[in-house]
Structure formats: C-alpha cells, structure tokens
C-alpha cells in the first residue's frame, strides 16, 4: 500500500487519534493493520466497527511495561469479546469484569480466574454466585451490606479474597457523569467519614474474607497523573491507619482505570510510562513516610487500551444545509455511539475511499435517530462536495461504543471486525431484525 501526501498524513504529524498501523491508501481510502477501510464497509456493511489487533495488544504491553511488578488488568466493560479476552489472556493482563454476563463470556475462554477482578456498586445475586463458583482472584466489596452476603457464600474451606473500594475524595474525570471518585456519589465506601475503616473492620472479622488490600477508582479520561499521585498518599495512609489499628499489612493497593485516551488531535493522553513514573514515585515515598511495606499496585485500564485501536465506519444518508449549518446525516448514531449525547464527548471524522480536491467546509456530522441529540461529531471538517454514498471513518472509536450500544429505533448493533497484518475478520456479526423479533416472544 503506497502511502500518499494528503491531509491524513498531515494528520499523523500532529498527535495521532489513529492506530499506528493507519496508512493513507490510494484513493482516498485509508488501511488499517494492512486492510482497506472502504473495502471493509463494503464487505460488512454500515455502520461498522473496525478493531486493530496489533494496536490494542502493545497498548496492553505497554502497560505491562511501564508497570512490570504491577497487575494490570483489562476493564472488559470498554469493549470485550472472545477474542479480546483471548488476546488480553495472551498478553498476561487480568479483566475487570462487573457482571455474571463478561465474566461467563471470559470463562467461555478459560481466562484464568484468578486474574479476574469482580467489580459492581450493587453485585445481583447472579454476579456473585457466578463469582464465587468460578473463583475470581478478587470481589471489590463497594457496600458494607455485601461484607456478610459474600462470606456466607463462599464455598469450601478457602478464604475468598476481597478489597475494599474506599472514595479518597478527588475530584478527577472527563465529565461529571464518570467522576467516581469524589465524596457524594454512588461507589465505595469514604474515607472521610469513617466508613471505608468501618467496612475494612467488618472484612477483617469475616473468617471465609481475606481482605488483600484497598481500591479506588477515580473516574475516567483523566489526563494528568496528579490525581493519582494524591490517591496513593491517601490510600497508603490509610494502610498506615489499618495496621496500626488491626495489625494487618494488607499488600496490595487497586488504583483502578481511568487513563486518558486521545479523540482529537492534540488531546492530552500521556502515556502509560509516565502515569507509572509519577505513582510509583508517590508510592516510594509516601510507604517511606507511613513506614509500610510497598503494596503490590494494581490497575484497571479499559478506555487507553481500546479506545484507539477502534475506528467506526459509517455511510452518509443524506446532507442538509440548515441556516449556517450543514449536517451530513449517517447510518448508525446515538445507538452506537451514545457518547456525544451522555458526555458532549468530540471526534474527528474523515471521508474515506474517494479522492477529492473540494475544500474543506465545517460540518455537523448526525445519526438517524429520532432526537436532535444524536449528534455523532459537532464542527469538524469535512469535503464540501461530500454526498450519500460516501464513507466516513470516525476515529478513538474502540471504547464505551459498541459496549454502550443499544437497540434503539431497531437499527441493529453493528458488527466488529478485527484487523492485522492485512487480514480482517469478523468477531461480532450485526444484529439483525430476526434477533429482535426472535427477542419478541409474547402477543
Ligand atoms: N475500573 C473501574 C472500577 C471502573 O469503573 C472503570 C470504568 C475502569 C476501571 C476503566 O476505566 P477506563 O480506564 O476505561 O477509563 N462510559 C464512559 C466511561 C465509564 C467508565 C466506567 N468505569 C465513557 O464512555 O466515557
């Protein structure tokens, strides 16, 4: 594939929202792990996700290597599959599951419990049977009244090993609706006002619990590591609080996910590296200061491992000019990507598989559903000569979309198609209208 001196390599000289393997193609067309993106849309269909390999495993091994003496573990809820459960076993992460659903998929695989990491602010009695029957490595404990649920429930003679999700209290994330930890909300158990210590006492009187260690989760899309730094001083003092308190040394500190990913150009998204330097840093220091041993570090990141390994592929329905603005109308939407509409997120967006010498002109790219919040991309720059029929390619698109999907207006989920090294194949097929009317059992 020849690469050609147009805009999108122009693109690529700015800070990337494109997989790595992503190569201008003649044409107009762009090739991702060595596939045609145009050839793509015209073999499955639109709207379309298209899923690099390649990308999503050195992200992974990217975090492997920037934490080497940590467990990292994948948050399934971005985006998993079979295929994805096989690559993140193959990788040597563990999963982040919150629900009996991703964690019977990730058994269908035998990804080895132990590595799996149960999460949920309100576990159903499923999540937990499933849990305890498979024997996931760790149950996050996120209310006291599971503390007593869960240690009935274990089986056998062994110990299930829990955490307590505690809330530092620090305001961090893209958007109010994913900040998790601050005071006031749903998840974990305060610090401040005594609960998370409260809980960890429970814990400890639990024979059929070993508590291992503490957990947080700030939120999502932060892109500094500070927060995380300040999460490490306040989790390791607790520790300090514990032992002195209890005698216990608990060894393991989760810091969960929350790791910034790129959606356009120039957005902030630094690198697992140096998230690594700066919490290890505080780590060092802050176990010096209390006098604890180092924990073993543990975190969950979903969205910077997925999110730019993934790019959607649409087809234009229709274009409107409306007063000053111009909406090019596509395929899928806010049933796909519901993003835009929960979180005012942005993306960039690019015409594939047509060349064309039209100017660039601001755009509103829409979906087809029937609300005038289906926003797909506000203000971004498309040809002025784009028309029906054309494709359009929306990068940073591999987390929280095809996870978030729904069946609104019974368009059908859209398919998933992996990508690498110039071979692509179909992981999730489209939902088509016989899975909902087969869904459709009563008259
Ligand atoms: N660990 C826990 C306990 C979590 O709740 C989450 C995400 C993660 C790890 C992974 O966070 P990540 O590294 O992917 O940011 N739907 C929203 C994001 C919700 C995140 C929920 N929890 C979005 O589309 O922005």
Redesign the pocket.
Known sequence: MTTEPDLFVRELSAPSVWPDSAVSAPGGDVALGGVSLAELAERHGTPAYVLDEEEVRSRARAWRRALPDADIVY?A??FVSRAVVDWMAEEGLGL?V?SAGELELAATRGFPPERVVM?GNAKSPQDLRTALRLGVGRIVIDSDCEIARIAAQVPGAEAQRVLVRVLPGIEAG??RK?Q?GSEGQKFGLSIANGDAEDAVARVLGQPKLELTGLHC?LG??IASPEPYAEAVRRLVALLARIRDRHGVTLPELDL????AAAYLPGDPAPPPAAYARRITEELDRSCAEFGVPTPRLTV?????IMAPAGVALYRVLSVKRSGAQVFVAVDGGMSDNP?PA??G?RYTVRMVGRSTAAPMRTTTVVGRHCEAGDILAQDVELPEDVRPGDILAVPASG??QVS?ASGYNMTGRPPVVAVSQGRSRLLMRRETFEDHRSRDVGL
């Open positions: 948050a809820k971005a982040d919150c999460h893209a958007h994913i998790t989760h999502s899309q969960g996910g929350g790791f969950e990141p979903g969205r910077s993003r929960l979180y997120a987390a929280y978030m």
